[in-house]
């Protein structure tokens, strides 16, 4: 059993559409990070969080410690936000000290 | 700020070539870590670094890896020898903080293909 699974595996919508990507995790300490990787295989960190809810722009991530479930949604979802989502969960001792999540493949149509 | 600098972006090298992958972290980061990705397993911690000591190296897959950092300036990812299985992309990250806070910074990754 993967002890940080994503759903779904691939999503397909269309343009101006929300969005969400779960991830729920049996291991690691109270936080969780939600990275972005674009085609061209850069990896960009998106959200660090360990409670609450975070937004930044049309991105807003939300964890419920107590549950160990975290989710990401888009608003108003656009073809440039296509991209692989990962989540991934710090085992301690660093917050880059992770075991990450098998991503969340996303394609936005115009 | 130049960001997380990784060479070579790309190696193909041949069966038991040495194969060394060099990252310069963000200045003034403390904390370093490598990182493998492949289509077979995902993204993997392979060793990180903390005010440049190997904290844990548990990831390291074998012998063949070795990884140092002899300043805060530069870390070096070596395979030795190389196989075909240790196709991947490597990717290197830092952080401002070894403690539970700091958010990660990721290179652009060096693609490795050993024939």
């Known amino acids: 059993k993967n002890e940080v699974e994503q759903s779904p595996q691939n999503l397909t919508a269309q343009e101006g559409e929300f969005i969400t990507i779960n991830c729920s995790y049996s291991v690691g300490i109270s936080a969780l990070h939600w990275l972005q990787q674009h085609p061209g295989g850069g990896i960009v960190s998106l959200f660090m969080?360990?409670?609450g809810k975070k937004k930044h722009g049309r991105l807003i991530a939300t964890i419920n410690i107590q549950e160990k479930h975290s989710s990401l949604h888009i608003t108003a979802s656009h073809p440039r936000d296509s991209a692989v989502y990962i989540c991934?969960?710090?085992?301690?001792?660093?917050?880059?000290?992770?075991?990450f999540g098998k991503g969340t493949k996303l394609s936005v149509k115009p | 700020d130049a960001g997380v600098i990784q060479s070579p972006r790309h190696e193909v090298t041949e069966m038991g070539q040495e194969v060394t992958l060099r990252c310069k972290p963000i200045?003034?980061?403390?904390?370093l870590f490598w990182y493998r990705q492949t289509m077979m397993r995902g993204l993997e911690l392979l060793i990180y670094f903390n005010n440049n000591v190997p904290i844990d190296d548990s990831g390291m897959p074998e012998d063949r890896f070795s990884a140092k950092m002899p300043n805060a300036s530069f870390s070096t990812l070596k395979i030795q020898p190389s196989e075909p299985r240790d196709s991947a992309v490597y990717f290197c990250?830092?952080?401002?903080?070894?403690?539970?806070?700091?958010?990660?910074?990721f290179g652009e990754g060096s693609r490795l293909t050993v024939l």
């Open positions: 991934a969960v710090p085992l301690g001792g660093s917050q880059g000290n992770l075991i």
């Open positions: 990250a830092s952080s401002l903080s070894g403690g539970i806070t700091g958010e990660l910074f």
């Open positions: 200045s003034g980061h403390n904390s």
């Open positions: 969080l360990s409670s």
